[in-house]
């Protein structure tokens, strides 16, 4: 296979709102959201478990709305508000709701999962288009998957939120 | 910080003290270390699963930028100072492939780049020639003649075998009313931990630094050491916190890899799997199990005899003592006079397997309670009510030979019939359904032999470390030690710290697996805190010019007794003493067990204790389409004393959870010797629309006033395959002899006009 003809992808500056800071990156085009996140804005809360798509733990807020990060190209962030775990709760003792409902009901073990299911919880909770029930934000958890089991707990933090 | 709205209010949970950062997302995972100048490493994998390798040309990858390394099984072959190959019980897998590849999926070559992407790009430039030979993927095949061997060294591919046998079986089996014979197979799964393996390595002059999602530190430092011929202090382990483990990280697995990538670069090297390379890297056992079983005319099981042959893949792993434990917990909880077990592992050209949380163990509870409930149909008997007839209870002599102590399966059953009479619902809303309820128990030794080492630190600010080498991998353990080591002391949780394992600072512990650590850790903590006492009376003695045992120290205050002194803080008498710290040292030892024995004539004592858990399933079948779905699921286990009320309903219940997976969908496909599904996509865990709303959980606890510490990780996950299929057998009269109990599988039972095997009609004279 030759080597030398093959054409790099295009390197390219581009911004966009991080946690509510702008944020300047440099990005290929084939590089993924998650990848940027991680390598160039300190984010640890994203983290790649399946890689395509499919389990949510790289979960993040674009533009209020849930994105699998480890497929959305940074490029595609361009100009947009990207939210992550982090940025739910800045200050780690003032907690957001859902943040402290996951706390207090201990909706956590391996916790490699969690930050994407408090997004996604948060993201349903604030979508006009969800009802708030718990059965219909168990159904909108459907993309975030948890190995350790820790779905009960998690609809316990859910029925808190709820009342 | 919050506590469990769930615990008891009488007893409060300690909950986990970093809860905030496990939720927003900042606890540290090996993912996010990073150290100046590290470089990435990426695999390359055989496509084959049996294959001469005849050449490998790396020149073209060795040329791309960015590139530091490029490494192949021949290169640590030819050098003399690494022993290229390692093993948690027999070092038969080449850190990369040396001559031949035994699976699809198999490690290869390296790239060591300064980019993870430059490392994938230079991947491709690698140019292997594969001279493919014949494999075998299934168990039972491998012990065919004329089968390929897969390792030279091990004709027949025998792996592992273990025989145990109590009374005369044949003769137990002649007298019976019935005899029944059913085979029983569970396919190849995998633990899907959500955090795929990790390992960063460090190698200098000096030795080499390790940070790894492990279970087992120590067993990866000892492994370490010895393949690189490293003294005691030439490595360093720590396992940061594990996105899951489920023991896919039990045993050294990819620290070898990059290690020897560091060791070749000459920098810092980190490794994360891709979620394919995790599925190809560790998986759960294969396994066929033949069971017969005799019972007398009023159900009594009178002689069960067991074939079990464990599918171990390409590499030993922990298969070959692993098919011993499988041995000692094959006939279940039940008092059987005349008992026969043969229990193997076969090498086969597929993805090395390990202990899968409820090691060795669901395989055989799916044949055992699967086949009791056939017979009690058969019999006219109860489900419930056999399991009574036959239950294994303290004083009884057990497989091994040993009367077993501390048996609570009555109270187990008792609680999973309770668990299902909750709520009967009236009607089938849907006259194309069928509903039904089964239940199942279990019985599973704890790694025994085993050691855990701990130190509890008091330094001069009153301020008390736990030292602890237990991994934190989500299950608690660092707020149980917390707890247990506060109570111990008899002063507040918030006075106790507790740190990640580092070998170069928190002592010896065998592994966190096989749910020992509550128990061992918990009994050395114990200890621990005991000696931190003594040796504070012994400095106060000193101080005080009085005799020790005239010294008093309870919660966390030392006093002469008869009051001569004014009672003091321990952190006074240390400063008094001219004192930095004092340590207090505790050991957790068992010295025997099933490594101490003749592998072909096991008896006696096998565990320090014995796991106890059950499940019960209330199913709904669809009869035109097969699919069953899980109405209501509990499960139980005995945990001694519940240290916290909250994560022992977690683990039963992700227990419960994670055995949905196995018992419903999760099979790991072979086509060609290779996996079809190691993506998330192909191979589907459970979601939370999986799960039941009816999620129910029960400690059993004992009722003396200072019982044993039970582990309480595994115990009702066997119990989960079997429960549902026994409610789907209640419900249609479908038996299904494999997992998972797909909905193809039920709707083909439903089609069939017979479902069961007619038993083996002996005289009626019994």
């Known amino acids: 296979m030759s080597t030398e003809q093959r054409t790099e992808p295009e390197t ?114 604030h979508d006009p288009s969800v ?33 | 910080m919050g506590t469990s709205p769930r615990s008891r ?102 790239v060591v780049a300064t980019t993870a992407r430059a490392a994938a790009e230079a991947l491709v430039e690698i140019d292997v020639e594969y001279e493919e030979q014949p494999y075998v993927v299934d168990e039972v095949e491998a012990r065919k003649p004329g089968a390929p061997t897969v390792h030279e060294d091990h004709p027949g591919n025998d792996c592992g075998s273990w025989r145990l046998r109590l009374g005369d079986c044949e003769k137990g089996l002649a007298q019976a009313h019935r005899v029944y014979t059913h085979t029983y197979h569970s396919p190849p799964a995998s633990h899907v931990p959500m955090e795929p393996h990790v390992c960063l390595a460090s190698w200098t002059d000096d030795g080499v630094e390790v940070w790894t999602s492990a279970q087992a530190p120590y067993a990866v430092k000892t492994g370490l050491q010895k393949m690189f011929s490293l003294p005691d202090g030439g490595v360093r382990v720590r396992a940061l916190n594990l996105g899951g483990a489920y023991g896919a990280k039990g045993q050294i697995r990819i620290e070898p890899m990059v290690v020897c990538a560091s060791r070749a670069a000459g920098v810092p090297v980190r490794l994360e799997l891709a979620r394919d390379e995790v599925f190809f890297t560790i998986g759960k056992h294969a396994a066929t199990v033949e069971i017969t079983t005799g019972v007398m005319r009023d159900g009594s099981i009178v002689a069960r005899k ?26 279940g909880p039940y008092r ?52 009574r007839q036959n239950l294994l209870r303290s004083g009884d002599v057990y497989a091994t030979g040993e009367a077993l102590e501390g048996l609570h399966y009555d109270d187990l059953l008792d609680d999973l019939e309770s668990a299902l009479a909750v709520d009967e619902p009236a009607t089938v809303p849907d006259p ?32 008390i470390s736990i030292l602890s080498s237990s991994v934190e991998m989500g299950q608690g353990a660092t707020a149980t030690m917390m707890s247990l080591a506060a109570g111990y002391l008899g002063v507040g949780t918030d006075k106790v710290q507790m740190g990640l394992p580092d070998t170069r600072h928190t002592p010896f512990d065998t592994t966190t697996s096989s749910s020992r650590s509550t128990y061992s850790m918990g009994f050395a903590l114990r200890e621990a805190a005991t000696d931190l006492h003594r040796r504070v009376r012994e400095e106060a003695a000193k101080l005080w010019d009085v005799t020790s045992d005239q010294v008093t120290v309870e919660g966390g205050c030392v006093r002469v007794n008869g009051g001569a002194q004014a009672e003091v803080s321990w952190e006074h008498v240390l400063g008094q003493a001219g004192l930095e710290e004092v340590v207090g040292q505790g050991v957790f030892q068992s010295d025997f067990g099933l490594s101490k024995m003749d592998p072909h004539d096991v008896h006696g004592p096998v565990s320090v204790h014995w796991h ?62 290779a996996i079809t599904n190691p993506n998330l996509s192909d191979y589907m865990i459970p979601s939370i629309l999986d799960v039941p709303v009816a999620m129910t959980s029960t400690a059993v606890e004992s009722s003396e006033a200072d019982p044993e510490l039970h582990g309480v990780g595994e115990m009702a996950l066997p119990a989960v395959a079997p429960a549902i299929a026994n409610a789907i057998f209640a419900a249609t009269g479908v038996r299904l002899l494999d997992l998972p109990l797909t909905p193809e599988r039920v709707l083909r039972g439903l089609l069939a006009a017979e479902t069961t095997t007619e038993p083996e009609e002996h005289s009626d004279e019994h």
């Open chain 1, 12 to 125: 390219t500056r581009l911004s966009f709102t991080l946690n509510g800071a702008e944020r300047t990156v440099e990005a290929r085009t084939d590089d993924t959201l998650l990848s940027t996140l991680r390598g160039q804005c300190g984010v640890t809360s994203a983290r790649e478990a399946c890689g395509i798509g499919i389990c949510g733990s790289c979960t993040v807020l674009v533009d209020g709305a849930v994105a699998s990060s480890c497929i959305m190209l940074t490029a595609q962030a361009a100009g947009r508000q990207v939210t992550t775990s982090e940025g739910l709760s800045p200050d780690p003792h003032q907690l957001s709701a859902v943040h402290d409902a996951f706390v207090r009901n201990g909706a956590f073990q391996c916790s490699f999962c969690i930050p994407g299911m408090v997004l996604a919880t948060h993201a349903a909770l």
């Open chain 1, 131 to 163: 009802p708030n029930t718990v059965e219909a934000i168990r159904s909108y958890l459907a993309g975030n998957l948890c190995r350790c089991g820790s779905y009960p707990d998690i609809l316990a933090a859910i029925e808190d939120l709820l009342t």
């Open chain 2, 9 to 110: 209010p009488d007893r409060p949970d300690f909950a986990m003290p970093d809860a905030v950062s496990r939720v927003r997302g900042t606890v540290e995972f090996v993912l996010d270390k990073t150290v100046e100048n590290m470089a990435h490493a990426k695999v390359l994998r055989s496509p084959h699963p049996h294959a001469r390798i005849v050449s490998v040309d790396t020149t073209a990858a060795a040329e791309r930028p960015g590139v530091l390394a490029v490494l192949t099984g021949s290169d640590l072959a030819d050098d003399p100072d690494v022993d290229p190959y390692f093993g948690a019980q027999r070092p038969d897998q080449p850190v990369l492939a040396i001559g031949k590849t035994r699976y699809a999926g198999e490690p290869v070559a390296l």
């Open chain 2, 306 to 331: 067991m074939n079990v042959v464990y599918n171990a893949g390409a590499y030993a792993v922990t298969s070959p003592g692993g098919a011993g434990q499988g041995l000692t917990r094959a006939p």
């Open chain 2, 336 to 387: 059987i006079p005349n008992v026969a077990v043969d229990s193997v592992a076969s090498y086969t050209n597929t993805v090395p397997t390990g202990p899968f949380r409820g090691a060795m163990t669901s395989q055989l509870a799916f044949a055992y309670e699967s086949q009791l409930d056939d017979i009690a149909a058969d019999l006219g008997l109860e489900p419930l009510g056999i399991r």
């Open chain 2, 432 to 463: 194309g359904k069928k509903r039904g309820s089964g239940l199942a128990i279990i019985i599973k030794n704890t790694l025994t032999p085993s050691r855990s080492e701990a130190g509890i630190r008091l330094d001069a600010s009153g301020r």
């Open chain 2, 612 to 673: 106890q858990g059950g499940a019960a399933a209330e199913v709904e079948v669809d009869l035109q389409t097969g699919r069953v779905e899980v109405l209501r699921l509990h499960a139980n286990c005995y945990a001694g004393r519940a240290v916290s009320a909250h994560r022992v309903r977690q683990q039963n219940l992700g227990c419960a959870i994670f055995g949905l997976g196995p018992s419903l969908f999760e099979e790991l496909e072979y086509l060609d010797g």
